[in-house]
């Protein structure tokens, strides 16, 4: 096992962390397409704050060598020389959430060109039972002339970031493995038994594991999905959500699930993935999809919940001036991708309103290449006729509303973490 050279394609949120732990005990070549991204990490540098400063600093080597270390780098040169590659790049869904497979076919193909045998290849990206071999490995043997299962092997290990949680780190969350063949699963097994403090759970298949990927998300995006339907039912009752759910909990098997918007890399969508493989086979996903159908309705309702307040309280909706607090995808992280925050600021200006975003999070710069919208990262000095709380950064936890706000603004809770009675909570 310490003669392993490992690469690991992709450096975000999940590949980077990853690295770093290897590095603590193997020698590792970081590869990222992303020049900018590879010069950051190699001056110490993680603009996801995903792995603390003083860490990578402590992994990071000068020069791609067989030293235990980290090396980042965007030449493909440069991994030619490891014996384990694992795949770590974005799997996302297009605008009519279909999975979108290119980074990890692109990853394969650079992977494939410096493939030798006895090399094995570790996917932890998210996809469909049956990707890795049946469409991942093609690709592997078209670019390497390699014969799979003979000259080299595949596992599936899927990734359990979570990210922002300084908790429950990559090494403390218990990990799925799987391999093509007998001895290169139990390589893989070992491999991360190595650096995972948690244990491992061996997979009997890559398909077992593949599918297990994909419903650890899609259950909790059914359950969000049943909280935020009640919330809808609740509020045309007029009873608060918050109290019914704390109320049920006390029961020793209720599960504690929040209503809320449910965006971000995994849980927003996983489900899609394996709803395109139930559809290709012939077979209608209706729990899954409904649930999502929902989830993905959060934005318009909280957006158009709002406004009722505003004109409940006799507020005038065209060319008001409405906050939202926060676009991440969740608190305290700066990951903007597939956030539903979006969602409540194209309907709030669907109606016509001035929308201020603030997150102190957020990189403006990203939010404005990701959805063309100008965000600031500190509060401006005026008063809003509606303040939209939509995630609960750390930041807003203790904010003065009154110091935002006039004595007839709206004040919408979307988190349910500002005081009852000071907001109009989901």
Sequence with gaps: MKNHSITVVGLGYVGLPLAALFASKYSVTGFDINGTRVNELQSGLDITLEVDEEILRSVLKNSNNEEVGLFCSNNPEDIKNSNIFIITVPTPVDKNNRPVLTPLIKASETVGKVLKKGDIVIYESTVYP???EEDCVPILEKYSGLVFNKDFSVGYSPERINPGDKHHTVEKILKVTS???PEAATIIDSLYKEVITAGTHLAPSIKVAEAAKVIENSQRDINIAFV?????????????TGEVLEAAATKWNFLPFKPGLVGGHCIGVDPYYLAQKAQELGYHPEIILSGRRINDSMGEYVASEA????IGNDLKVKDSKILVLGITFKENCPDVRNTKVIDVIHHLNSYRTNVTVVDPWASPEEVMHEYGIATRTTLPEEKFDAVILAVAHNQF??????AITNPNSVVYDVKSILEKGKAKRL
Aim: proline share 0%.
């Design 130 to 132: 049956g990707a890795t």
């Design 179 to 181: 391999g093509s063949n």
């Design 228 to 240: 935020n339907e009640l919330a809808k039912i609740f509020n045309l009752m007029d009873i608060d």
């Design 307 to 310: 406004i009722k307040q505003m």
């Design 397 to 402: 936890l203790d904010l003065d509303m009154g």
